[in-house]
């Protein structure tokens, strides 16, 4: 205990004489109910003359007593005073200690205000000083109230000082305040506050409540709105504590404009951002009136909660027991998927899938049946999947609340609330994937400043001579840490943020340098670039400077770059044919336009679609389109070549339906250009 950190040891018989010879003598009066009679009027006189009387019945009380004389010193103590300082292990507050000085040198921060309501009472500024403090021991918690009041004994002035354990009281006062779960919000006064106390949101409710109109309410704080004065640095304090912790609700006392105490049950919610950071304090009252009200408003809870919750803009309903639904709100109804008779005496428990934010199951000791949250924590937000009536499913958030028993042995049901989050994890994967296009941008910088992307190369076969008679070349990025990666990862991002200019600049100058050396190459132009008019003048000053046989670079174009800039392909292909470069056109047997491609666009050679090469052994569809794309070819001068051969019974499919040239893994796969190309050079 902060106020009685101790006892210096005296004698039994030297502390209670010194209690009953600090007595006045005998004359009339009796003690005030509940009091010593130390200080509240003159003791009976059959007390003054028996001195062991005296001695036993303040021994008898459970209140810590002390007699002390106005500059701090101890006069004398009770038995019980004496036996609390001993069992706690404390020391100077016995007879003879400076009471003051033990306040005062005491690291509670509840011993300085005990030391500032004795000096009141010491010097006179007031009569009497109470305080109430916690004391809790390492096995329990106890609380106290101090009482201090000046008392003339024997014709000399001293403090009286009670100590009295308030324990079950302050613990009565909790567990009413927990037994409130049925009052979220009823009939109510709804305020909502910034973090900083402000008044944000003041309906009219609780304009009617405490008397302030919204206009007045709106931007003032809180503090100043609903308590005295000299009870605004505590309500600042509460606040905080509010917003720490997440949410409050108990009864208060707070203060009417025109003056008058109006008793609320309040109820507070911090609420977050979709950050998850907090952003403001929802405050939900409901006029009690005086105390004895209560137990009518807890006979129309029930109506007013639902009058409350059907305005929620989150699901919510009760379970009993055995986890059935027995009162759902609209939200709720909608969430569920079902209407009002499918919905009410159905489990709860049954629609959740049991499964993680990962989408993985969880384990049989996690999964929510029967009667009760299995593997769950009162309270806590949980993540799961809704089955709903029509057999789809949304991802929700629900926290699960017990409703407490009679017997407080077992829960008699559940109040659930529950929200669909399927935009909320929406919008987190797209920052997520935010997140990672700009690692890989930079990534892809970083690449092209420090050369780390190469290039690998696979063959194209003459189909007449199995003969190679050129090869396309492949992009990778050989990452420091993770390796080889594949094109697929990182291309559509580099497509996406504009990178891919830079990527083909990169591949094109690589491409001429290996024309340049006598090799036939093939490389691939991204969508963007069709459109860069000095992209073309760089590959025409990068031929001539290495002069090189422009035939032996053909730039690939697919279909879908085509889609995005017709114009700027046909632009582009026009001046590279003039150069004298060839054209292939990938993709080729997809989509509506690869006729009016070859209308408008000088190509060379039509690469057969994957998609129709894959299956030409089984599919007499892919053979037909394999065989009019041969003739189209050939009426208009051009070669073909077949992607993704991978068995020797596709080539010789293909050669029968007469296609040119072909590549795939069973003719060849890519590899290093020092493997393929250079090799031997």
Request: glycine share 10%; proline share 5%; net charge negative.
């Amino acid at each position: 205990m902060p106020l009685e950190p101790g006892s210096r040891r005296t004698s039994r018989s030297r502390t209670r004489d010194d209690l009953v010879g600090a007595l006045p003598p005998a004359c009339s009066g009796s003690p005030a109910p509940g009091d010593t009679g130390l200080g509240a009027g003159p003791l009976d006189a059959r007390l003054a003359t028996h001195p062991t009387l005296a001695t036993g019945l303040l021994d008898a009380l459970d209140s810590h007593i002390a007699v002390v004389e106005p500059s701090g010193r101890i006069v004398a103590v009770n038995a019980a005073w004496e036996a609390f300082a001993a069992d706690n292990g404390g020391v100077d507050v016995g007879p003879g200690a400076d009471y003051f000085a033990a306040c005062g040198t005491s690291s509670d921060p509840t011993a300085a205000q005990a030391l500032h309501a004795l000096h009141q009472v010491a010097d006179g500024r007031v009569s009497r000083a109470s305080l109430e403090y916690p004391c809790h021991g390492p096995k329990e918690q106890r609380w106290f109230r101090m009482l201090v009041h000046r008392a003339v004994l024997a014709g000399a002035s001293y403090l009286i000082v009670r100590h009295d354990p308030i324990t079950a009281e302050q613990l009565t006062r909790e567990a009413v305040a927990t037994r409130a779960a049925l009052l979220d919000a009823v009939d109510a006064a709804a305020v909502g506050v910034g973090l900083d106390g402000v008044v944000q949101v003041w309906n009219e409710g609780a304009a009617q409540l405490w008397g302030w109109p919204v206009a007045q309410a709106v931007g003032r704080h809180l503090a100043d709105l609903l308590v005295p004065v000299h009870r605004a640095a505590a309500t600042y304090r509460a606040l905080a504590a509010v917003i720490a912790r997440g949410s409050w609700e108990g009864e208060l006392t707070l203060l009417h404009r025109d003056g008058h105490d109006v008793t609320v049950h309040l109820r507070l919610r911090v609420l977050h951002d979709a950050d998850g950071a907090p952003r403001s304090v929802a405050l939900v009252a409901v006029d009690l009136g005086e105390r004895v009200a209560v137990e009518r408003d807890l006979v129309r809870s029930n109506a007013w909660l639902r009058a409350i919750t059907d305005r929620l803009g989150e699901g919510l309903c009760t379970l009993g027991p055995d986890g059935r639904i027995g009162y759902v709100n609209p939200v709720g109804h909608h969430l569920l998927g079902g209407d009002h008779g499918r919905v009410l005496g159905g489990s709860f428990t049954n629609r959740l899938l049991g499964t993680r934010e990962d989408g993985s199951a969880r384990a049989p000791d996690e999964l929510l049946i029967g009667e009760e949250f299995a593997g769950t924590v009162a309270g806590e937000v949980t993540l799961d999947r809704l089955l709903r009536s029509d057999g789809s499913t949304i991802p929700i958030e629900y926290v699960a609340t017990e409703l407490p028993s009679r017997s407080g042995t077992e829960p008699s049901g559940w109040v659930v609330s529950f929200r669909d989050v399927t935009d909320r994890l929406a919008q987190e994967q797209r920052l997520r994937e935010d997140a990672e296009h700009a690692r890989w941008m930079a990534r892809i910088q970083e690449a092209l400043e420090q050369d780390h992307f190469v290039l690998y190369a696979q063959p194209i076969i003459e189909v007449a001579t199995r003969r190679t008679v050129q090869h396309e070349l492949l992009l990778r990025l050989q990452d420091p840490d993770e390796g080889l990666i594949a094109p697929g990862v990182f291309l559509p991002i580099a497509e996406t943020y504009g990178l891919a200019p830079a990527i083909d600049r990169w591949v094109i100058g690589r491409a001429v340098a290996l024309a340049a050396a006598g090799h036939a190459v093939e490389l691939n132009v991204s969508a963007r670039s069709l459109s860069d008019r000095s992209l073309v003048y760089e590959i025409e000053r990068l031929l001539a400077h290495a002069q090189v046989d422009p035939a032996l670079l053909v730039f690939e174009i697919t279909g879908t770059a085509l889609l995005d800039n017709r114009e700027g392909a046909a632009r582009f292909a026009t001046r590279l044919r003039e150069l004298g470069c060839q054209l292939a056109l990938d993709d080729f047997g997809t989509g509506y336009g690869a006729l009016t491609y070859l209308k408008h666009l000088p190509v060379d050679v039509l690469k057969i679609d994957i998609d129709f090469v894959r299956d030409v052994r089984t599919s007499l569809a892919s053979r037909h389109v394999i065989a009019a794309v041969v003739a189209l070819a050939r009426a208009f001068d051009l070669l073909t070549v077949a992607e993704g051969v991978e068995d020797e019974d596709t080539f010789t499919v293909l050669a029968e339906l007469g296609v040119d040239q072909a590549q795939g893994y069973h003719l060849g796969r890519p590899a290093p250009l020092d493997e393929t190309l250079l090799a031997g050079s």
